[in-house]
């Protein structure tokens, strides 16, 4: 539903005024309170490289989803 209404809003609103799409400045806003922050961004990198490599040395995560969504985030950024 909030998707809907953001859609909505940046084909409309945003649009007209010449503004940057709500998912673009939600991105931005993210990247910049939460990823710059520097203990987030010393430490996402590390745990991710950690558990990729321990499942190459055998000892296997429960949730692989959560690397997957955190690679696509990463992504993203």
């Known amino acids: 539903m909030v998707r809907d209404i953001l859609m909505y809003t940046d084909k409309t609103f945003a649009a007209q005024e010449k503004l940057r799409p709500m998912y673009d400045h ?37 949730d692989r989803t959560l690397i997957r969504d955190n690679l696509a985030m990463l992504l993203e950024l």
Do not use: C, F, K, S
């Open 26 to 62: 939600g991105i931005h806003l993210y990247r910049e309170i939460v990823w710059d922050h520097e203990r987030v961004q010393r430490r996402v990198p590390d745990l991710l490289l950690l558990t990729i490599a321990n499942e190459r040395v055998g000892i296997l995560t429960d």
